[in-house]
């Protein structure tokens, strides 16, 4: 084994340990969901970052079983930070509870910049 494969898992064993002390288990979560999050097709055309969305949300459901929710932004009837806002909102509202081995995970894909509001999420074609 080398140091370097060593290292990473003397560094995995304690992490292990610090988050099961906290946790109480880490060899598994209650529940656990994923939102994928993308630009619609039409404004991520430069980057094309959409693509990579089906193949891993399809990972998730099938090879881990994970509740997967995907999400197109676009910037048509409703602006994308409200969008995303309630992605969020509807997700942590799915596993609100006193479970603290609820597993959530938020992928997003694409790019954005902030807009002339602070904290405001937008796509633009440049």
């Known amino acids: 084994m080398s140091k370097l494969e060593h290292d ?3 560094l995995q ?9 906290e946790l109480g288990s880490l060899d598994h979560y209650t529940n656990v969901a994923v939102l994928m999050v993308h630009w619609i097709g039409s404004l991520d055309e430069d980057l094309k970052a959409h693509s990579e969305v089906a193949p891993l949300a399809k ?10 929710k995907v999400v197109q932004l676009d910037n048509k009837v409703t602006p994308p930070q409200l969008q995303l ?12 509870g006193p479970c603290r081995t609820d597993l959530l995970i938020v992928y997003y894909t694409g790019h954005g910049y902030y807009g ?11």
């Open 13 to 21: 064993k304690a992490w292990k340990e610090l988050v099961s002390s």
């Open 59 to 68: 990972i998730f459901r099938e090879d881990f079983g994970y509740g997967t």
């Open 85 to 96: 806002d309630q992605a969020i909102k509807d997700l942590a509202d799915g596993y609100d």
């Open 8 to 10: 990473d898992e003397r």
């Open 116 to 126: 002339n509001g602070r904290g405001k999420l937008d796509r633009r074609n440049v």
